[in-house]
């Protein structure tokens, strides 16, 4: 099936050839759905602090930034902003030429609330010789819509969502990737600095350097603090094969194997090449002006708290095992720990001996670890924490998306439907052992996570593979904690005119 040109090509790809054929029986094969024990609830897998508890967190948090650890701020920013302005590009093409639906209205109503709106008026006279108010009086809407998309305007159609322009401050708009620097600053800076990671695609990596290069001493005078900052690009080794939908592979017009991007679960490649004991992960999209930054900074140190002081208790606990001198009593606690803190159980463990028991005691301790906050649901599409099934029979939290969960199930279904919260892709992660060595991150996926997408290309139909998304099976063999964060820490922009709600607007 693989001529000796396909191999070249998947060997220059830094891919093997018993990964592609690993990848194509998937396409074959399919993934089993994941076995649900219970949806997670508070009192079920998800910490509710009160203000006593979240305090401690926020103690215990900058106690430990004091100690001299690395901390960085992992920000996947390859995202394409093309799907924010799906609707206005639709008006461009439209054949009328006034708004008319309600998401134009809406734009073109409240289109001086936009933070990018000085910007796009210096763009509109530059090639229209006129402001958007004169355009707007003479009903051109298009030319103000071309400008904000084109490529001679602010070509928004096709620059990354994190260098858009989404706040405005008095001495001027900010981007997204400027909000995370100051996130940054205020809660994951420790000894004087503060290191900063973002996942771009190659196409926009000059364009990220070329704002960092504008904009961080601007930031780092303002908050005392000096920037570290990196980047990294998703690895052509972790593209997946496309297949038709037959499951031959699927090849352009020259004949050459079709790869595409393997989606976020590829980032555990990038992630494990951070050298860092704790990594913040959050979504380039979710950010707030500074005056409604308290409750983020705040939750996010509740939680990095929640995740040092957990971590903690399991090295002590290793290094206890590493004695071999441990009485029953303790290996007893150390049970109850990994049940009740970390919500890892297994039905059969009273029939284990103390050998085996240490064993596996060792295993689940010594692995990375993640707290993740979790927001009461409000219908966002996306994953939510479950209690699922493992490989090794054991029961732990998990993040799942709809994909994972067999929709002719009716109990599971209703646990999906029914569930009380809602992943806003809000993670601490802790990433090496108790020795300081890092982990290995790929060796704790589970491969059986990913799933199996229809797309198209040039007219003709095929089958994408992802791999295991990165805050769901990529981290499937994780120590994971549920916290419930506050509604107000989660603020994405899927649409422009998301921009135009209140949490997206400055204080005045």
């Known amino acids: 099936m693989l001529s000796d040109q396909d191999l070249k090509q998947i060997k220059a790809r830094g891919i093997s050839e018993e990964q592609v054929e690993y990848q194509l029986n998937q396409f074959k094969t399919g993934f089993p759905f994941l076995k649900l024990e219970s949806a ?46 799906k609707d206005m590009f639709a008006f461009v093409n439209a054949p009328y030429d006034v708004p008319t639906t309600a998401f134009e209205k809406e734009y073109f109503d409240n ?25 707007l009086d003479e009903g051109n809407y298009k030319a103000v819509a071309r400008n904000m998309l084109a490529p001679e305007g602010l070509n928004y159609g096709n620059l990354p969502k994190g260098l858009l322009l989404f706040h405005e401050y008095a001495e001027g708009p900010r981007t997204p990737m400027e909000e995370h620097l100051v996130e940054a600053a205020l809660y994951a800076s420790s000894n004087g600095e503060a290191n900063v990671h973002f996942t771009v695609s190659h196409d926009h990596l000059e364009l990220f350097k070329q704002k960092v290069a504008e904009k961080a001493d601007y930031y780092a005078n303002k908050f005392g603090v000096k920037f570290n900052i990196s980047f990294s690009e998703q690895k052509p080794s972790t593209d997946t094969i496309a297949v038709n939908p037959d499951n031959t592979p699927f090849r352009n017009e020259d004949g050459s194997l079709l790869f595409r991007p393997g989606g976020h679960g590829a980032l555990i490649q990038n992630l494990n090449d951070i050298d860092a004991d704790v990594v913040f992960i959050k979504n380039i999209d979710n950010v707030v002006p500074d005056h409604l930054k308290a409750d983020t900074v705040e939750y996010k140190q509740v939680i990095a708290g929640i995740l040092v002081e957990l971590q903690k208790r399991a090295f002590e606990y290793l290094r206890l095992l590493d004695t071999g001198r441990y009485t029953h009593e303790q290996l007893e606690e150390i049970i109850h720990f990994l049940k009740h803190d970390l919500c890892c159980n297994r039905t059969d463990l009273k029939e284990l001996e103390d050998a085996e028991l240490v064993i596996y005691l060792r295993k689940k301790l010594n692995r990375p670890m993640r707290v993740c906050g979790v927001v009461k649901n409000v219908g966002e599409p996306g994953g939510g924490p479950f209690l699922t099934y493992n490989q090794d029979g054991t029961i732990s939290l998990q993040i799942l998306e709809s994909s994972q969960i067999d929709k002719s199930n009716e109990a599971y279904m209703k646990m999906f439907t029914e569930g009380t919260h809602f992943n806003p892709v809000d993670l601490v992660c802790a990433i090496k052992d108790y020795k300081g060595n890092p982990f290995n991150l790929p060796e704790f996926v589970d491969v059986t996570t990913g799933f199996i997408s229809s797309k198209s290309k040039n007219g003709r139909e095929l089958k994408a593979l992802e791999l295991p998304g990165l805050w769901n099976g990529a981290m499937s063999d994780w120590n ?19 921009l135009l709600r209140a949490q997206h607007q400055s204080a005045e």
């Open 40 to 85: 997670a609830g508070i009192g079920n897998g998800i910490i509710s602090p009160d203000e006593d508890a979240r305090k401690k967190s926020v103690e215990c948090w900058n106690e430990y930034k004091q100690e001299g650890h690395k901390v960085v701020k992992f920000v996947p920013a390859s995202g394409a902003a093309s799907r924010m302005f």
């Open 111 to 135: 289109i001086r609330k936009f933070a990018f709106r000085e910007a796009l008026c210096d763009k509109c006279k530059e090639n229209e010789k006129k402001s958007i108010r004169t355009l």
């Open 480 to 498: 994971t904690v549920f916290v419930e964060v506050p509604l107000s820490t989660f603020n994405p922009v899927k649409t422009v005119n998301d």
